[in-house]
Nanobody, 122 residues
Framework: QVQLVESGGGLVQAGGSLRLSCAAS????????MGWFRQAPGKERDIVAA????????FYAESVRGRFTISRDDAKSTVYLEMNSLEPEDTAVYYC???????????????WGQGTQVTVSS
């Protein structure tokens, strides 16, 4: 079955960095666009960044543009999220997901990981 497994979350001070990874299995990774989402307590799940199956199209939420970088390694069936200059407002559970449709439309994502907690202390 399809599995998306996130890793790399943790506790970091404001201004610090983390690199999230999402390893995919059970699907043809190359044909899927991949996205990172986050959900803070009491808030909706929002898209953070997404990358097309070719890597040629990338989307960032305004709140993370210039600080976060999404990338993919098809040979490893893995998508990454490099997070720099972290702020307490970035605290959330981060999820990766796979889509064969629109990158920016949450409902288009078919497969989801279980999430990894990122906590940024002030």
């Amino acid at each position: 079955q399809v599995q998306l497994v996130e890793s790399g979350g943790g506790l970091v001070q404001a201004g610090g960095s983390l690199r999230l990874s999402c390893a995919a299995s059970g699907l043809s990774f190359k044909v899927y666009g991949m996205g990172w989402f986050r959900q803070a307590p009491g808030k909706e799940r929002d898209i953070v960044a997404a990358i097309s199956r070719s890597g040629g199209s990338i989307f960032y939420a305004e709140s993370v543009r210039g600080r976060f970088t999404i990338s993919r390694d098809d040979a490893k069936s893995t998508v990454y999220l490099e997070m720099n200059s972290l702020e307490p407002e970035d605290t959330a559970v981060y999820y990766c997901a796979a889509t064969s449709g629109s990158l920016s439309y949450t409902q288009a994502y078919r497969y989801w990981g279980q999430g990894t907690q990122v906590t940024v202390s002030s």
